[in-house]
């Protein structure tokens, strides 16, 4: 209740100004360029940040970020940006998460010799300041892995807990935000998803966790809001780390038309810090947003009495971080237990034909996520439809589930945070492969009011390019639908808009461009309710239908 009653007090406060209170930064930090990412060192004297596409960054305008920093000066403007030198920057993206210490530092990737590309994800640690610092040495976490190019994540005031963006195993769609924590011997734990009262099917990113532990602020474009991506913020309401209040959006005092990204509270300060489009020429800048002082429990020190989960190891993890999807395998050396007793579990189900609501004969492939050459195992359908398959606790997976003449269908099972249940049921229902057959495309998600779709829809996508080579009579209609919200008008042209952008993807991917074509219905054809937000976003869909065969 005490929790519940903070949340209150703090989003009156918030929501109590009807405009936006950005301050710009005096001095010169900000350029034309993309500013983003700001993280204060300790003694709150140098801001670092992230510039993106900059001529001076080691991989120049085509460089995603690069770490740069500005000194406060005594006048109290900031001085003239700086780059963070190459021993922390190369070609990739690169950005500090937060600071152990002093001179210790976490930043996002891995760095090899030369100047190489990175073959597996995840963070490193390097010790120095400003623009002197040495060579990054990569952090072993367990089990972690993302398919977006998106990075973002912060470090508390504590040193002991990690917020981090990914798009992995259970993700609920798009991005979502990851809580890792640091254990008694030094390591971290494996990132553990925040759960359904914060995440969603759209993006989740840039999460900032306050000095008392609990209050978390994040963006988002998966709830309502001012603009493309808003700030909201939600407290912790038990050790779970799974139950949060509901998500509020900071209001206008902070929330505008543009985007809003990396909001974060330098401790003893009575600023927050972030990027904003507003007011600016397309690309970010670093603004600030005063705080209200009487907002002590968030303006404190860090609670060094928070209570910091011992997680339990999952068996023969693996000690390296996961290889992204276009590089090249790195070794991943394992610990093996001398007397492995690996806990297994069995997933049972049917598979039916969605039209005739028939028992159908498949196949199963299940392949290990760790690694996505490893087949683990095929099994098949008996006469009723119904398969069944015992797997290893210790891992996640990904079935194929195929029969002749209908579109296959692909499922991740994650079971490596499962540890009570000892089976697990799943269905599945396959489309036949005939005219006026339409599929949902679930997780391809586009920005708010625009065509430009999300990072991790592209997964989706390839498997329809798959479908098309596999069927090569086959053509399509990919469909934009959206809610009855709003003008029909504009509506019906931004689901053209949506559609023709899939059309597109799917052409550049190899498609044949007289078997694909591509048509807006706006909110005509709504598959769910337009009463309620939930059922709304059923509609705000793309789909495709098969036209001939």
């Known amino acids: 209740m005490r929790y519940t ?71 109290g403007q900031w001085g003239e940006a700086t780059h963070g030198g190459t021993s922390i920057n190369n070609r990739f993206y690169n950005g500090i998460i937060g600071f152990a210490n002093e001179q210790t530092a976490y930043i996002h990737g891995h760095y090899l010799d030369g100047n190489k590309r990175p073959t597996t994800q995840g963070i490193s640690m390097t010790s120095g300041q400003k623009n002197q610092w040495n060579t990054p040495e990569a952090v072993k976490i367990p089990y972690y892995y993302t398919k977006s190019k998106h990075q973002s994540g912060s470090l508390h005031a504590s040193g002991q807990i990690m917020l981090s963006t990914l798009q992995s195993y259970d993700s609920r769609g798009a991005e979502d935000l990851y809580v890792l924590f640091r254990q008694s011997d030094g390591s971290w734990s494996e990132p553990k998803n925040l759960g359904n009262d914060v995440n969603t099917a759209y993006q989740e990113m840039t999460p900032f966790l306050a000095p008392d532990g609990k209050t978390l602020f994040f963006a988002s474009n998966g709830y309502e809001g001012f603009g493309s991506r808003d700030i909201f913020m939600s407290v912790r309401l038990d050790d779970s780390w799974r139950s949060w209040s509901n998500p509020k959006n900071l209001g206008a005092s902070v929330n505008t038309p543009g985007t809003e990204l990396y909001y974060g509270i330098p401790q003893n300060s009575d600023y927050a810090y972030l990027s904003s489009t507003q007011n600016s020429d397309g690309m970010a800048d670093v603004v600030k947003v005063r705080v209200n002082p009487e907002d002590e429990e968030i303006l404190a020190e860090a609670d060094s009495a928070l209570d910091i989960p011992e997680e339990k190891p999952l068996p023969n993890p693996p000690l390296v971080a996961e290889n992204t999807a276009d590089s090249e395998p790195e070794e991943v050396v394992e610990e093996v237990p001398e007397e492995p007793d690996v806990p297994m579990i069995t997933i049972t189900g049917k598979v039916i034909n969605t039209k005739a609501q028939q028992p159908l004969n498949a196949e199963l492939v299940v392949q290990s996520v760790r690694n996505d050459t490893t087949l683990v195992e095929t099994v098949q359908t008996d006469a009723q439809g119904v398969f069944s398959v015992s797997l290893p606790l210790d891992d996640n997976y990904e079935l194929s589930v195929a029969a002749e003449g209908f579109i296959r269908q692909r499922d991740k099972i994650l079971l490596a945070a499962t540890s009570e249940a000892n089976t697990l049921e799943r269905n599945y229902q396959l489309t036949p492969i005939e005219v006026g057959s339409t599929v949902n495309l679930e997780n391809v998600l586009f920005d708010r009011g625009t065509a430009d779709m999300l990072p991790g829809s592209s997964e989706r996508l390839d498997e329809v390019v798959n479908f098309l080579d596999e069927n090569p009579e086959v053509a399509i209609e990919v469909g934009g639908h959206t809610d009855n919200r709003g003008r029909a008008d504009l509506n019906l042209e931004l689901s053209s808009q949506r559609a023709e952008a899939v059309r597109e993807y799917l052409i550049q991917q190899g498609a044949d461009t007289d078997r694909v074509t591509a048509k807006g219905y706006g909110g005509t054809q709504p598959i769910a309710s337009n009463a309620i937000e939930e059922e709304r976003r059923k509609n705000r869909r793309v789909d495709f239908t098969i036209v001939r065969k």
């Open 5 to 75: 009653f903070f949340l209150f007090l703090i989003c009156c406060y918030f929501n109590a100004n009807s405009q936006s209170e950005h301050e710009k930064l005096e001095g010169n930090l900000n350029s034309s360029a993309n500013e983003a990412a700001p993280v204060l060192s300790p003694d709150g004297k140098t801001l670092y940040f992230v510039r993106q596409y900059h001529p001076q960054n080691v991989g120049g305008v085509t460089d995603p970020g690069d770490i740069w920093y500005s000194d406060l000066q005594a006048n």
